[in-house]
């Protein structure tokens, strides 16, 4: 009789372990794609940088009832009209982890750049210049066109777009 309820216990033990890791590797194939009605976007500028550090922070928050899945990197556009425009790539090779975010609980992708220049008209976009922005989440079906996003300080203060770079790199997605 003991051997019995020995056997479904180990199970049960294994399964409560295994699962905890399953979740923190980010492994839920039942869970759907962020997309652009799951999220709200920030795109803040970081007044105080290190060398090497980023300029700028995307972050997206899931206000959707349901966990979604931000698997790769998201799309950024900097435009002024239909005229020159910066975009995003990864900094680095490779895809990141995919990440399932919770409801409530922000990603946070870190965007290289250099915010300011040095000569008159060495910004690719300048500050005087009416710009937009726009950000697809990774993975986004044909009819999800983004979400427009404003540059702001920590504050939330919004703040004349300005890209003094051809590219806006993106560190690897993080969950905050």
């Known amino acids: 009789m003991a051997r019995r309820t020995v ?3 180990i199970g049960l033990l294994i399964g409560l372990v295994t699962l905890p890791v399953t979740a923190a590797c980010g492994r839920h194939p039942s869970v759907a794609d962020c997309r652009s009605p799951h ?10 940088r290190a060398p090497g550090a980023p300029a700028a922070l995307l972050s997206g928050t899931n206000t959707g009832a349901r966990p ?3 698997d790769g990197y998201p799309q950024l556009d900097v435009r002024v009209g239909k005229a020159q425009g910066v975009r995003s790539e990864p900094r680095e090779k490779g895809e990141p982890a995919r990440l399932v975010v919770e409801p409530g609980r ?8 250099r915010p300011d220049g040095g000569a008159p008209g060495s910004c690719w976009i ?8 726009r ?8 009819d999800d066109d983004g979400s427009p996003v404003h540059f702001t ?19 690897p997605p993080r969950l905050r």
């Open 135 to 142: 950000v697809v989440p990774p993975h986004a079906t044909g």
């Open 106 to 113: 922000t990603v946070d992708v870190p965007l290289f750049y």
């Open 153 to 171: 300080d920590a504050g939330g203060h919004r703040l004349p777009t300005q890209v003094c770079s051809d590219t806006l790199r993106m560190g």
């Open 7 to 9: 056997v479904p216990v």
């Open 39 to 48: 999220l709200h976007w920030r795109l803040t500028r970081l007044s105080e």
């Open 126 to 133: 300048a500050g005087g210049y009416n710009a937009s922005s």
């Open 68 to 70: 979604c899945a931000f």
